[in-house]
């Protein structure tokens, strides 16, 4: 069974440019999160989708963060106006609905300057 | 505010002593959760222990859970050098798995 797939590994912007993130989550899991992970910190959830819908994104900045997961599967974190607090590294996990355990890809690690 | 938190920011063993680990957590919970970050890759579970379980084991990890005091430990017995890692604990806050909210995490260096 593949992992979650996560791309690019890495990007480095200028403030005020904009990224997107790209998931693909393992087959069959209806549950994707997207997460924030600064340095030297856990985990923070951004938002996350039962198939297309999203259920929670009340912790996504909503001004300058969106995502999408159109058919269900694949999923995108898009930064419209990137800042240097944005720094960190954006995590993509996934799980059955009806399972408790995550799973993670390994992330793209994000440097604004 | 982190609704759940190890009370370590580093901890550092040499190899084959064991480690202990612990978390508080501040919501009541369906499970606790503990993972492994290991670097440049993305966490891991290593045991989930529901509200109604004082103990799991998984290998030569143990965790206990105390629901009375809020509180969590993860034991490692006979560490080897690649458990160097960062351990978090995670909480569902009673969301019945849906959230999961993660500590700052416990950076574990294992001496050869």
């Known amino acids: 069974e593949a992992g979650v797939t996560q791309s690019p590994r890495y990007a480095v912007l200028q403030e005020g440019q904009a990224v997107s993130f790209w998931c693909d989550p393992i087959?069959?899991?209806?549950?994707l999160y997207w997460y924030q992970q600064p340095r030297d910190q856990g985990p923070q959830l951004l938002v996350y989708?039962?198939?297309?819908?999203?259920?929670?994104n009340s912790q996504l900045p909503s001004d300058r963060f969106s995502a999408v997961r159109p058919k269900g599967t694949n999923s995108t974190l898009k930064i419209q106006s990137a800042k240097q607090g944005d720094t960190a590294t954006y995590l993509c996990?996934?799980?059955?609905?009806?399972?408790?355990?995550?799973?993670f890809g390994s992330g793209t690690r994000l440097t604004v300057l | 505010s982190q609704l759940a938190e190890e009370n370590s920011w580093a901890l550092s063993v040499h190899e084959g002593e064991s480690v202990t680990v612990n978390c508080s957590y501040k919501?009541?919970?369906?499970?606790l959760q503990w993972y492994r970050q290991k670097s440049g890759k993305g966490p891991a579970q290593l045991i989930l222990?529901?509200?109604?379980?004082r103990e799991k084991r998984n290998g030569r990890l143990r965790a206990t859970l105390d629901t009375s005091s809020q509180s969590s430990s993860l034991s490692i017995t006979a560490t080897r050098c690649e458990d160097t890692a960062v351990y978090f604990c995670?909480?569902?806050?009673?969301?019945?798995?849906?959230?999961?909210?993660f500590g700052k995490g416990t950076s574990l260096t294992v001496i050869p």
């Open positions: 996990a996934s799980r059955r609905d009806s399972a408790e355990t995550l799973y």
């Open positions: 087959s069959g899991h209806d549950t």
């Open positions: 989708f039962r198939d297309e819908a999203v259920i929670d």
């Open positions: 919501t009541s919970i369906t499970a």
């Open positions: 222990i529901r509200s109604n379980e």
């Open positions: 995670a909480t569902d806050a009673d969301t019945g798995y849906q959230n999961f909210y």
